[in-house]
């Protein structure tokens, strides 16, 4: 079965502090996806992860790929409360068009 | 283009009724996804359209969900016999062939009493 797992589920975090959120996949995949989703709303999207040791950053987040040990981070520099929401890795299996998402994890940062 | 749109965006019924959701993928998009996501949880992939054609079905997609895009354009989902364990946000998402991101919609959040 396939399984993307993140890891916290649960992060709270005070302004101005650095954090990473993990992301692990059981199977074979060379992209992987970070959405970012506020209380109520949809998906938004983050980083296209697309080869092994892709790194995109984008402001305050950066994220990374490493195919082989089926890893994915998800880095927080100098937090701020405008970064709190739910973020989700998502898998798309080799030979698949479909997304698996990962449990994801709710960040919330206090002043 | 303004993205992905669902209507409705809110659904309250009572069980054993049917239900349909449309999604309207941006423009010029072949491809269409269905996802459910239940409180707490990531979305969970239902199924998938490219142009007309249903390429793929989850096993989580029971009988009583049906799922058309007739002529390649906007989609329908339908839920027949509602359960109240249906009750979920469905989202929807389009992309292009060959293109590597899903952009989402703003959903259908359903209830089922």
């Known amino acids: 079965e396939l399984k993307v797992e993140q890891n916290p589920l649960f992060l709270s975090m005070q302004e101005g502090k650095n954090y990473t959120i993990y992301c692990n996949y059981s199977t074979t995949s060379d992209r992987l996806y970070w959405y970012r989703q506020d209380p109520g709303k949809s998906l938004e999207s983050l980083f296209v992860?697309?080869?092994?040791?892709a790194v995109k950053q984008e402001g305050r987040l950066m994220a990374s790929l490493d195919t082989k040990a089926r890893l994915s981070t998800l880095h927080i520099t100098a937090a701020v409360h405008d970064l709190s929401a739910t973020y989700f890795c998502a898998v798309e299996p080799l030979n698949t068009d479909k997304l698996i998402f990962g449990t994801g994890t709710r960040l919330q940062v206090f002043p | 283009d303004t993205g992905v749109s669902q209507d409705p965006r809110h659904k309250i019924t009572k069980r054993g009724q049917n239900v349909t959701f449309r999604c309207d993928p941006i423009s010029e998009h072949n491809r269409l996804y269905w996802y459910r996501q239940t409180l707490g949880q990531g979305p969970e992939f239902l199924t998938y359209?490219?142009?007309?054609?249903?390429?793929?079905k989850s096993r989580l997609l029971s009988d009583r969900f049906s799922a058309e895009r007739p002529k390649g354009s906007f989609s329908t989902l339908e839920i027949q016999r509602t359960e109240q364990g249906d009750s979920a946000m469905y989202l929807c998402?389009?992309?292009?062939?060959?293109?590597?991101?899903?952009?989402f919609g703003p959903g259908t959040r359903l209830t089922v009493t």
């Open positions: 998402a389009s992309s292009l062939v060959y293109s590597y991101e899903q952009y």
């Open positions: 359209f490219q142009n007309e054609a249903q390429l793929e």
């Open positions: 992860l697309l080869s092994n040791g």
